[in-house]
């Protein structure tokens, strides 16, 4: 996708002293593949970096199971150069006005945040470089990055990224079309074996999955489906059913295509 350096990044500072990274997705990227050109997204916070050096990351995909809330974050903690145990994971809300396209299905998560989140965690880390040699009055040549640190290779001298993400945050956004990516060869995050972030919540049932949620008035629907593919109802008890105490409606829901190939997504 062509994406315009005005229209990829915009950093704003926040409150505790920290910096706020965000991505934008421009309508014509959609629109150069054939689509509607989609409205102008606003700016949606991807990182965040408190000045205690704790890095939050949003994922923007729904998750399922399929991974996508530990693989997305940790495309951009990757470039961004932070120790994953220093990663926290925020879920985001559906609002693709924010985070663009949350589609999930088909293994397309990865492939479609492969380039722009790892150009999120590329530009972050360009800022911290920033941020660290203006500070020393060094070439931000002479500087580099490991483990949520920017490092003055010359004298050694080191600062975390928490001590300068409020500096970071008054610079201006690197150009994106020159940022310069990792080799694959030096990656310490993708590719290798990475704990879920939230495998230990899921096991002790501490996240709240749909079927948890309630409110007043909630009705609950559901659906018995035909064991054959492109079987049809041919009698049904609804007024037996109705009858049942707590029951509301009882319907059958026609309409169904023919039987034929079908395609998963």
């Known amino acids: 996708m062509n994406l315009s350096r005005r229209s990829f990044f915009q950093v704003s500072s926040i409150a505790g002293g920290g910096i706020l990274l965000g991505l934008y997705d421009a309508p014509k990227a959609k629109a150069q593949q054939g689509r509607p050109a989609a409205p102008a997204l606003l700016p949606n916070a991807f990182i965040r970096i408190a ?22 974050p940790m495309l951009i903690a990757e470039e961004l150069d932070v120790d994953w145990k220093s990663v926290r994971i925020e879920q985001g809300d559906s609002d693709e006005k924010r985070y663009g396209s949350q589609f999930a299905g088909g293994s ?12 999120v965690g590329a530009a972050g880390r360009q800022m911290m470089i920033s941020a660290a040699a203006q500070t020393w009055g060094v070439p931000e040549s002479e500087c580099t990055t490991a483990s949520g640190r920017v490092i003055h290779t010359p004298s050694k ?18 150009d994106q079309t020159k940022l310069t990516m990792k080799d694959p060869k030096d990656y310490k995050i993708i590719g290798h074996s990475t704990l879920g972030w939230e495998n230990a919540n899921i096991a ?10 309630t409110m007043p008035g909630l009705l609950v629907a559901s659906l018995h489906k035909c064991p054959v593919y492109g079987g049809k109802v041919k009698s049904a008890n609804l007024d037996e059913i109705k009858a049942l105490p707590g029951i509301r409606h009882a319907f059958v829901v026609e309409g169904f295509p023919t039987p034929g190939p079908v395609l998963m997504g």
Do not use: C, H
């Open 51 to 72: 000045s205690d050096g704790i890095v939050t990351i949003m994922a923007k995909a729904p998750e399922m199971g399929q991974g996508a809330k530990n693989i997305l």
């Open 108 to 119: 397309q998560s990865t492939p479609q945040g492969w380039e722009p989140l790892r150009r």
């Open 204 to 213: 002790t049932g501490k996240p709240m999955f749909s079927i948890d949620f």
């Open 157 to 174: 001298k080191s600062v975390g990224y928490g001590e300068i993400a409020a500096k970071a945050a008054t610079l201006a956004p690197p």
